[in-house]
């Protein structure tokens, strides 16, 4: 028999390369294409405006796609999964409902709760994977039941694994347009309780700004063919890599369909850059980090985590809101954290330098508040590769050379010794001399009073002195490394 399906849109907001799409439509004789609004999600303090505002697009380009392609729209409901699910199923006399699987453990706990919610009401429930290049427990599998935990071992089980296939879109999706029962309308920001962002948009959210990126990055041939992460600069004035990275968090953009892209784009007889460093590497990462979060319990935290060193971190509510709100007094610091606030992305390394900063280098506050931060304000906040990357840089797992630290001065002079980058996100140093913007407690008092911004007055005096707190913290980290009985090991890749 035919079946009545509900599609549940969650991440996967897009129509090519969908599996659970293809599912959804697969033998149905009606498929309603539904997203819910969860207010889990829906408060400011937890998914930051501009990553609201993103998503909020992302619907509105998949509608659009929806009706130009299927003459089907998206239904768009209010409330908890739980309740709405089901009154939606019984009013719709579905027989099915189908889902791309997520890992997340909110997600997990929600799905399995779906789940038993629905088989009391006969609905087949089908959980598809399709957000990774790889089903993350395939990988567990072939690794012997736990997960790999380098990256490099990670890369020999996806060597031998056969290249994921890219699913075409369905050629039909049996829907309809009209529904009066409910209003079921994309919702604006501020009916969401969102202020209006005072930015504009940069990276608009949706399946088509995605694959127009990924064109334009697939076009620049020789720039992908030799791309390498650590050489990109932190502090360019525009990306120096793809900010594709919103896109692939909502599904926008598959994975595999990027990396059949990349295959096709450095196919060819000339050398091309490998993996950790290529751009392939970087999407092997998120398939690494992935699995590990999917087979580690309490991933986002320290306490009840196996990977993740103990470490007796500070709590300073203080210290934590002067790095959130760019009041350190490091301008490099200070400029990449208001550019996340303002612009919702910032650079991977940049991403480093203040995750270092908060953390083991300089103000010895715990991860897991730096990531919630992240988590806040990034529009690519994503749960295990925000949380694998916090634990990488404070050395609390995968890496573990405490006594490497990311200087707040001289890191950002090696690709912007003018500056041009801080005066960009703190124009109050924009007339400072380059000798000084770096440090600007450094220049003497006339050339500050020049240039319009006195340290103390009109931009904060360092919070910590770097050489000091960094020598400190150190010894620190060694202290708790010989606690736990382990010393410091290799690089973690």
Known sequence: AMSVTIHWFRKGLRLHDNPALMRAAEGAK????????????VQPGRVGVLRYRFLLESLRDLDAALAAKYGARLLVARGNPLEVLPRLAKRWEATRLVFEADIEPYARTRDQA??????????????????????????????????????????????????????HMPTAIPSRAAFDEENFSIPTLEEMGYPPPENAVLYPGGETEALRRLDVMMAREEWVRTFEKPKTS??????????????????????????????????????????PVSLEGQLLWREFFYTVASATPNFDRMAGNAIC??????????????????????????????????????????????????????????????????????????????NANWMWLSCSSFFYQYFRVYSPIAFGKKTDPNGDYIRKYLPRLARMPAKYIYSPWEAPLDVQKKCGCVVGVDYPRPIVSHDTASKANMARMQAAYKAAGTAAVGDGE
């Open 234 to 275: 932190p502090n360019s004035l525009e990306p120096s890599t793809t900010v594709l990275s919103p896109y692939l968090k909502f599904g926008c953009l598959s994975a595999r369909f990027f990396l059949r892209a990349l295959h096709e784009a450095v196919s060819g007889p000339r050398p091309a850059s490998k993996p």
């Open 114 to 167: 779906v789940r038993a919610k629905m088989e009391e009401l006969a609905v087949d429930v089908l959980a598809v994977p399709g957000h990774t290049l790889w089903d993350p427990a395939h990988i567990i599998a072939r690794n012997g039941g736990s997960a790999p935990l380098t990256y490099q071992s990670f890369l020999k089980i996806a060597s031998k694994l056969p290249r994921p296939p890219v699913l």
């Open 30 to 41: 009606m498929v309603y294409l539904l997203f819910v609004i969860d207010p889990h999600f």
């Open 309 to 386: 060193r103990q470490i007796p971190w500070d709590s300073n509510p203080g210290l934590l809101a002067a790095w959130k709100e760019a009041r350190t007094g490091f301008p490099f610091i200070d400029a990449i954290m208001t550019q996340l606030r303002t612009e919702g992305w910032i650079h991977h390394l940049a991403r480093h330098s203040v995750a270092c900063f908060l953390t083991r280098g300089d103000l010895w506050q715990s991860w897991e508040a730096g990531a919630a931060i992240f988590d806040e304000l990034l529009l690519d906040a994503d749960w295990a590769l925000n």
